[in-house]
């Protein structure tokens, strides 16, 4: 894995456009994440470069392998991130996870997704939690979550059913969620994802945008054009919805992302 001056600045740029209202010394969450890359570029430590060591950033996965590559990254870099090895859902249970040929296409076995050769035979038994659950075992300060990022191949609205305790503790809350797949892991009983997410947080308060990642300047541009990343593109219609609830509105700037 690689820490050089393009990655750092890479990391930075994407902070700053997906987290802007994240603070130094403030609490960001990261509820799926990918560290099969050579380049680390990850959420967690897009968060992390927010926050400082002075903050925390509680990153939630459930693949081993993800955790014993960023408690490297921990060790070498002394960051300020906590680890839970779970996936996150509406109630307490467990699930198989079926492993990709990157960790980005993990998926829990429930949830539907169309034939695709990114999936590996292997599957692996996990601990499912609510994220109220995980944010209460770990103690932390409510009053300092003020982001929280949620990345995890379908079980994103599952997980938004599992955190009511944090809802209504976190008046002053960002998130970011990822929504908009084309195919069947972008089906709520019949409905779009991004229809239901959005209609789920705006009854909730939350004002909200979205975005589609290949029609974002950075995305679409800087990183598929220039940087060639185009696994990212698999699924054109994968974006994210943005949304605000209390002191910090969302930014113009980040539908540029």
């Known amino acids: 894995m690689r820490e050089n001056f393009l990655t750092r600045t890479i990391v930075k740029i994407e902070a700053q ?72 859902y509406s109630e307490k249970t467990q699930n198989k996870l079926v492993l990709g040929t990157r960790a980005a296409y993990n998926k829990l076995e429930f949830i539907q997704s169309d034939e695709s050769p990114a999936f590996t035979d292997e599957v692996i038994e996990v601990d499912m939690d609510t994220l109220d659950a995980i944010v209460a075992d770990s103690g932390i300060d409510y009053s300092k979550i003020r982001h929280i990022c949620i990345t995890n191949n379908g079980a994103e609205y599952n997980t ?29 009983d019949g409905r779009r994802d991004v229809e239901v997410i959005r209609e789920f947080l705006e009854k909730n308060g939350f004002k909200t945008n979205f975005i589609r990642l290949n029609k974002s300047f950075w995305r679409g541009v800087v990183i598929y054009l220039i940087l060639k990343r185009r696994w990212m593109f698999n699924k054109e219609a994968f974006g994210f919805i943005m949304a605000s609830r209390g002191d910090r509105p969302l930014k113009a700037y980040q539908r540029l992302y």
Do not use: W, Y
Not at 163 to 185: E, F, V, Y
């Open 17 to 88: 456009l997906k987290f802007p209202n994240l603070k130094k010394n403030e609490i960001g969450i990261q509820v799926g994440f990918d560290l099969s890359s050579k380049n680390l570029t990850s959420d967690v430590l897009k968060m992390h470069s927010r926050v400082g060591k002075g903050g925390l950033v509680l990153a939630i996965d459930p693949d081993p392998l993800n955790h014993s590559r960023l408690q490297q990254v921990i060790e070498r870099n002394k960051l300020s991130v906590k680890r839970v090895q779970k996936a996150t």
């Open 160 to 188: 938004l059913l599992g955190m009511t305790d944090i809802l209504n503790k976190c008046p002053n809350l960002n998130l970011t969620i990822a929504s908009g797949r084309p195919d069947s892991m972008g089906d709520i």
